[in-house]
């Protein structure tokens, strides 16, 4: 068999397919962990404001680079949260939330001036996070206490 070019390339791309698709037994620990999201770990982590009381609570994105303004929150349940962009980013995703919370983020593309508002009733941690133009990930984490209005 002749090896030209073109077979070359089709045996490399089907070498790194197969190399792809074998992975590993799951025991690389440098693999991704979820983020430990009690109030503690929450507060070693980022720079946590108490907002408890405030409503709505402002969360600035973007504002000097790739951050949130806070970066940490402690809220009270069902505060409305506004996401309000000074800069530009991709999507607002969650990255660990409370097994209740369906809160699933935004899609696209938000510039300076977009808002986006939600209410958090779910209690616990939450860490979220975006990307700016270059694909550079920042995170920020919020901690939703009972409000006590049902005690």
Same mark, same amino acid.
């Given at each position: 068999?002749?090896?030209?070019?073109?077979?070359?390339?089709?045996?490399?791309? +089907?070498?790194? @397919?197969?190399? &792809?698709?074998?992975?590993?037994? %799951?025991?690389?620990?440098?693999?991704?962990?979820?983020?430990?999201?009690?109030?503690?770990?929450?507060?070693?982590?980022?720079?946590?404001?108490?907002?408890?009381?405030?409503?709505?609570?402002?969360?600035?994105?973007?504002?000097? *680079?790739?951050? $949130?303004?806070?970066?940490?929150?402690?809220?009270? +349940?069902?505060?409305?949260?506004?996401? +309000?962009?000074? *800069?530009?980013?991709?999507?607002?995703?969650?990255?660990?939330?409370?097994?209740?919370? @369906?809160?699933? &983020?935004?899609? %696209?593309?938000?510039?300076?001036?977009?808002?986006?508002?939600?209410? $958090?009733?779910?209690?616990?941690?939450?860490?979220?996070?975006?990307?700016?133009?270059?694909?550079?990930?920042?995170?920020?984490?919020? $901690?939703?206490?009972?409000? &006590?209005?049902?005690?």
């Amino acid at each position: 068999m002749e090896w030209t070019r073109r077979r070359a390339i089709y045996a490399t791309a +089907a070498a790194c @397919t197969l190399a &792809g698709c074998l992975g590993d037994d %799951g025991d690389d620990e440098s693999e991704l962990e979820e983020p430990d999201t009690d109030i503690d770990s929450l507060r070693e982590e980022y720079d946590v404001a108490d907002r408890t009381g405030d409503d709505p609570v402002e969360i600035a994105v973007d504002p000097d *680079g790739a951050r $949130f303004d806070p970066d940490g929150l402690e809220i009270d +349940a069902s505060t409305t949260l506004r996401w +309000a962009w000074e *800069g530009s980013s991709e999507d607002l995703y969650p990255i660990a939330i409370p097994d209740e919370c @369906t809160w699933e &983020g935004t899609d %696209g593309e938000r510039t300076a001036g977009d808002e986006y508002d939600r209410v $958090f009733w779910a209690e616990g941690g939450y860490v979220y996070g975006s990307r700016d133009g270059d694909g550079e990930e920042f995170t920020g984490a919020l $901690f939703v206490h009972d409000d &006590g209005e049902d005690e």
